[in-house]
């Protein structure tokens, strides 16, 4: 057989190209190379794997680790990857599927390989490829192949035809797997309706998060809300236990701050320390903390709530390091300050308690009923304001979204819409000012709107939009509520699946003939497994980098399939 291709010379293309993989392989496997693998030396005889008594050769995987390019990668790339663990799913994958074409009577005899080498191809872990063939003079060289097997991939000729022979019998099996798949034309129409049928809307959300800082629940709203909630507040706490058990040194933290910014001339910085340090001395002649901070703070996010930020770890906060350092340095209801926080501006600061070990429940009841509590009331004021916006947007349905809700860039509020209530408020915000985004067209996959989040009730929504009523919401999406209006929708081109029928029943029974081909595998490769006719030698998947010991491998797990 191989005499026969010493000697033809009809094909260039496959002596060239064969040449370039004997390349490669002399720099990967050569006698002054590491191969490719960088695996402990194995003998000839040793097994990579058995699958239903049959050898799965190291020769077998080295060969494989060449043909996905292994040697191309480090250690460490090649461990997150999982390169030889994939290898092995592969080899495993086409011994299983030669066993079924061995029952099924299938015959591949010498001459087939023989075709494919001269078309200048081989099949290698499940996947066609070119194959580069040896050549000398312009003519295939049976002496420089025949080198190339024994000495480069320790092989015989006879058992590099064998492995293309196991490849050609998977690949049969492939080819009748895929072919017992029907689509039908109502399948494809279907999938061209769905696919063809997509919108393109526009939306604002109003994420919850964003009101908290106005919201600030009283002593006694706290205590209402522990009294009715106390078990609920439990199951929280519960939940979160491992952050009060052993707890390093927390404090209970206020701070003020007089915003300075950050290319404030010196005289602005002085005149802002002034400010700073009248403001301290109000609070050090008897004035609350929390009353000073929510008449002067320039803090948004801490000014409600009188300059509460919690319990804190030092650490933790933005503070930074000399301010916090201090603070953690002061006693109780001691006030630090003014100091300056480069890009911020003065900060005053007084810690209101201290904590540490393990922390009752009793302790941490009122803190949690306040979060939840101030966690309802954003939530409340969030969808509220959702609903004033699309009460507004739809009095004035012939602007768009964008031209009531502009991006910072262009926010020129229109004279003509009128804002009222809460919703004035946000509106005129400057940062956090709701603004509306587009979703571009997409089609319905699952409950994923594009752009906005999971979400069934608003997928069905906004596929069920019209032109005549464009407007849906406020729906709650991951914390935040979202208006949208629809800008655009594409139908399916009925003529054009007319025009490309037969192309596309081509496709479809090409990606449903690969499921059935993938969940065939899949499940001869568990019951193989389940019938303990699997082993596999864990030591080849040992890579150099990382900890000791051999790769924690189980052949079979769908989520680390090919």
């Known amino acids: 057989m191989l005499e026969q291709m010493r000697r033809s010379s009809q094909s260039l293309i496959i002596y060239v190209l064969f040449g370039i993989v004997i390349a490669v392989f002399i720099v990967n496997f050569g006698p002054q190379s590491q191969g490719g693998c960088d695996q402990p030396a194995s003998t000839?005889?040793?097994?990579?794997?058995?699958?239903?008594?049959?050898?799965?050769?190291?020769?077998?995987?080295?060969?494989?680790?060449?043909?996905?390019?292994?040697?191309?990668?480090?250690?460490?790339?090649a461990r997150q990857r999982r390169l030889k663990e994939t290898i092995m799913d592969k080899l495993i994958e086409r011994e299983l599927l030669a066993r079924e074409g061995e029952r099924l009577g299938f015959r591949v005899g010498d001459e087939e390989v023989e075709d494919l080498l001269a078309e200048s191809k081989i099949i290698g872990l499940g996947f066609e490829q070119t194959l580069p063939v040896v050549q000398k003079d312009g003519r295939f060289d049976y002496e420089l192949f025949k080198r190339f097997v024994q000495f480069q991939l320790n092989m015989s000729p006879r058992a590099f035809i064998e492995q293309q022979r196991r490849e050609l019998m998977a690949v049969r099996v492939r080819q009748t797997l895929r072919t017992s798949v029907n689509v039908s034309d109502d399948e494809i129409k279907t999938d061209f309706v769905k696919r063809g049928n997509q919108v393109n809307v526009e939306y604002v959300r109003f994420p919850a998060r964003r009101y908290e800082a106005q919201v600030a629940p009283t002593a006694a709203e706290v205590e209402a809300y522990v009294k009715a909630n106390e078990k609920k507040l439990k199951e929280t706490y519960d939940s979160r236990k491992f952050l009060y058990e052993k707890a390093p040194k927390e404090r209970k933290l206020r701070q003020l701050?007089?915003?300075?910014?950050?290319?404030?001339?010196?005289?602005?910085?002085?005149?802002?320390?002034?400010?700073?340090?009248?403001?301290?001395?109000?609070?050090?002649k008897g004035e609350a903390f929390a009353a000073v901070a929510k008449a002067a703070s320039e803090d948004a996010q801490s000014k409600a709530r009188g300059g509460d930020i919690g319990w804190k770890r030092q650490g933790a906060t933005t503070l930074g390091t000399e301010i916090e350092t201090k603070v953690w340095e002061a006693?109780?209801?001691?006030?630090?300050?003014?100091?300056?926080?480069?890009g911020d501006g003065w900060y005053?600061?007084?810690?209101?308690?201290?904590?540490?070990?393990?922390?009752?429940?009793?302790?941490?009841?009122?803190?949690?009923?306040?979060?939840?509590?101030?966690?309802?009331?954003?939530?409340?004021?969030?969808?509220?304001?959702?609903?004033?916006?699309?009460?507004?947007?739809?009095?004035?349905?012939?602007?768009?979204?964008?031209?009531?809700?502009?991006?910072?860039?262009?926010?020129?509020?229109?004279?003509?819409?009128?804002?009222?209530?809460?919703?004035?408020?946000?509106?005129?915000?400057?940062?956090?000012t709701p603004q509306a985004e587009e979703t571009g067209l997409f089609m319905k996959r699952g409950t994923?709107?594009?752009?906005?989040?999971?979400?069934?009730?608003?997928?069905?929504?906004?596929f069920d939009l019209k032109t005549e009523a464009p407007f849906g919401g406020p729906y709650e999406v991951a914390g935040s509520y979202v208006i949208v209006k629809l800008k655009e929708r594409k139908q399916p081109d009925l003529a054009d699946f007319d025009k490309r029928r037969m192309e596309l029943l081509h496709d479809a029974t090409m990606v449903k003939g690969e499921e059935v081909v993938e969940e065939w595998t899949q499940r001869t490769c568990v019951e193989t497994k389940q019938e303990k006719k699997i082993s596999v030698n864990r030591e080849l998947l040992r890579y150099e980098a990382g900890p000791e010991g051999a790769v924690a491998y189980e052949p079979c797990t769908p989520q680390m399939r090919f």
């Open 331 to 342: 006693k109780d209801k001691e006030l630090v300050g003014p100091l300056l926080k480069g």
């Open 348 to 432: 005053l600061v007084q810690p209101d308690g201290t904590r540490e070990g393990d922390i009752p429940f009793d302790q941490v009841k009122g803190e949690l009923a306040e979060d939840q509590l101030r966690q309802e009331r954003a939530k409340a004021k969030a969808k509220a304001d959702a609903e004033a916006a699309l009460a507004m947007a739809t009095k004035t349905s012939g602007k768009s979204l964008k031209d009531l809700f502009p991006a910072p860039a262009d926010k020129k509020q229109d004279p003509k819409v009128e804002t009222q209530g809460p919703l004035k408020m946000v509106m005129n915000t400057a940062s956090d």
């Open 448 to 462: 994923i709107v594009e752009g906005i989040g999971n979400s069934a009730e608003l997928t069905k929504a906004v």
């Open 257 to 284: 701050m007089v915003k300075v910014d950050a290319a404030a001339s010196p005289e602005a910085v002085e005149a802002a320390k002034k400010k700073a340090e009248a403001l301290a001395a109000r609070i050090r």
């Open 44 to 77: 000839a005889s040793s097994s990579a794997a058995v699958v239903d008594g049959r050898e799965i050769t190291t020769q077998d995987f080295r060969y494989g680790y060449l043909l996905v390019g292994g040697s191309q990668y480090s250690n460490e790339t």
